[in-house]
């Protein structure tokens, strides 16, 4: 295997753009790998131009996991850190192996145009992700960055901001940036016409339309459901109960409409969910709630629990919504890792009285929730109590 990986940044101006130190690499290498675009901005070199094969991913791993006898060059768009091929490159062979010359990122480069301030800019990817992806970062008044997968992005993205309550938002979609072919594209999503342009191009947009707190507890009607869901409140200390945080993966067990795995992975956008369900269509439906709250990207949806626990990965957390018994306890409890975080909901009496039990051998805090609405009663009003809930709350020591 060779010593190192040398990854260098390259922006639309191309060689031009490149520091002294990058054309020195790429001068030096025997072999260079890039994108069919990237290596037609390089000059004469005295390098082995290698373009990549579709699929990339699949072609990247074969270079990283091969035998080579000189360092390998491999060419990234702007920073090759910034949602670039830089980042995917040391997760695979390590920090110590790979050295990044890294050139101005799209982001910077965008932020620079428009005037915006890139520490308060939110970055969405279309490039590894579908374009359901950024309703998740929908917000009024937020500025969001799109890195668009094609030519046909910005027209996706128009719509799914009509679709959303945004249609008034205006967008911006910034072509070959730094290259002397920029240009720069600007409307309002609900009159947006513009035909497709340069398959390089980042789209910004200034949201306007509702505000989309990330805290849970969001209306029953915005998932579509069969009356298996974990109410509004409930959901609300459930999901501040679970505690997600950074990169955690949640079981969510007796998922339903998957209203609580949504809102875990809404309060953290790093989280990741495995949705248990076992009727096809609720698992239908949940994917349907998933895609339009945006985080379908997030969330795997397997079969009934526990028969199929054994298919997923180690969980941080687990709620479980349905299906409580023994059993799936003892599994669920098993997979956790020490100081993972089980969240049980129990509506029956004897499901209730099961988590009574499990609390005096393991601990935790055992609490009970009653929550009653105003309803109509003839031509007045009363209080309508909804059925009580017992959760069990417990970090495994």
């Known amino acids: ?5 040398v990854v260098v940044g390259i922006g639309a101006d191309g060689w ?5 130190r990058a054309r020195d690499e790429l001068a030096s290498a025997t072999v260079i790998y890039g994108s069919t675009r990237q290596l037609a901005l390089l000059p004469e070199v005295g390098a082995d131009l290698r373009a990549w094969t579709s699929p990339m991913s699949e072609h990247l791993r ?16 702007g920073d090759p850190m910034f949602h670039g091929v830089g980042t995917t ?8 192996r790979v050295r990044v010359l890294p050139a101005v990122s799209s982001a910077s480069l965008a932020c620079a145009r428009l005037g915006w301030d890139l520490t308060d800019v939110g970055v969405v990817t279309t490039v590894t992700a579908t374009v359901d992806s950024v309703v998740d970062a929908l917000d009024d008044g937020r500025d969001l960055l799109v890195l668009s997968r094609d030519a046909s992005t910005p027209a996706a993205i128009a719509e799914l901001l009509n679709d959303n309550g945004f249609g008034w938002s205006m967008m911006a979609v910034l072509e070959q940036l730094g290259g002397d072919r920029e240009r720069v594209v600007r409307g309002v999503a609900r009159d947006w016409d513009a035909a497709p342009g340069d398959p390089l191009n980042i789209v910004a947009v200034s949201c306007v ?8 507890g969001r209306p029953d009607d915005e998932y579509g459901h069969d009356g298996q869901i974990t109410k509004q409140p409930i959901r609300a200390l459930t999901v501040s109960a679970l505690a997600p945080s950074r990169r955690q993966l949640l079981w969510d067990i007796g998922s339903g409409s998957g209203s609580v795995a949504i809102e875990w992975l809404r309060a953290e956008p790093t989280g990741r969910v495995v949705a248990f369900e076992r009727d096809a269509s609720r698992a239908r439906q949940l994917d349907d709630n998933a895609r339009q709250h945006g985080v379908h990207g997030r969330i795997t949806v397997l079969g009934a629990a526990p028969e199929t626990c054994g298919a997923a990965p180690e969980p941080d957390a687990v709620f479980i919504g349905g299906g409580l018994d023994d059993e799936l306890l003892d599994v669920a409890w098993a997979a956790l890792p020490s100081g993972g975080r089980l969240v049980a909901n129990a509506v029956t009496v004897e499901n209730q009285t099961l988590l009574t039990a499990w609390h ?8 009970r929730f009653a929550v009653e609405t105003v309803a109509p009663l003839g031509s007045m009003t009363t209080w309508r109590p909804a059925l009580p809930i017992v959760q069990w709350v417990v970090d495994r020591a």
């Open 16 to 20: 031009a753009g490149l520091t002294d």
């Open 360 to 367: 005096a051998r393991h601990g935790g805090a055992l609490r």
């Open 209 to 216: 339309g509702p505000r989309r707190a990330r805290t849970p």
């Open 89 to 96: 490159v040391v997760r695979a062979v390590g920090a110590e």
């Open 62 to 77: 074969a270079v990283l996991d091969d035998t080579h006898p000189t360092d390998v060059h491999i060419l990234a768009s």
């Open 1 to 5: 295997m060779s010593d190192t990986f």
